[in-house]
């Protein structure tokens, strides 16, 4: 348990001591009061129990419903016991949506990591839009990985049918698909470090990695993104191991070393498909235009001297 609050932040550490100060104080409040309670229940409440049969009666259902209340509860707090070694043990550190009531208690994703690794669909609801969650990430991170659909492959072809207006959801998809390759030629042009990759498979899972945390949300058929929350998974330090972290990280990482992937050539706007040893095979013109990213705000270049990381 301590290691989930210590992922949770300092605030939830102190909000936990003024829980267990406040229940010894009370502890302490009814121990002191015993004595008095116990004297007024025997010399004065009881003896008027005991000459009404309808006193009696509510004094019963009083008790029962007082038992009741406090056997839920205990089940409750066990249950929150219980719930929190589960979520431990699965490294488990939020579960949100996006309705508007949690939004706000939303908790704020990485502003910035030495590395950012992406598996998206069209990612422009992930990083590109100015509005997305990790859109700061993006721009302040030393390097930055990326993987997309490709808007022209059977996999979203596949992917697209299964959505309520298809015709609709191809657009949608080249335009924002195509958003999210010109904001990471961007940052490219403004000297991060970008490489891109496109998968042609039907999307699975949409994972963000940063730092010691994963942030996975299920592609779910005949769903939009919106509709699916976000799990977050952080890294167990004491038991680096255990939880789920390092599969949703492994399965991201191997996902990106796949040689069947072809990587997006910012300079010719080509695909390059490379073996395992990293030997470019061939290149191909990537299958379709795609139109010009909306204005944003310019990207800061990364300040000099800072640490360049390895591929």
Known sequence: MGAYLARLGGFVVVREIAFHALVSLLALGIAFSLPTVASY??????????????LLLATELAFAATLLVLFHFARVAWDGVRLMYLTEVAALVHVLDDTP??????????????????????GFHTFASQEAPFHELANRAYEVRAMLLNPFSEGARERIRSLADPAEAQELYVEEIGASIAHLAALARAGRRVRLKLYDQAPFWSIVVAGEQAWVRYCHDGYPMKSQPDYVFALRRDKPTQGLFPPFCMYALRQWDDPALAEYDFASDELVWRDAAGTE????PFPGPLPPAPAGRPIRPPPAGSPRPSR
């Open 281 to 284: 095979t061939r290149r191909e």
């Open 41 to 54: 229940v025997l010399y004065e409440w009881w003896p008027r129990v005991a000459a009404s049969s309808r």
């Open 101 to 122: 009531a949690r939004w706000r208690r939303r908790p704020r994703p990485p502003a910035s990591a030495r590395e950012a690794l992406f598996l998206s669909v069209t």
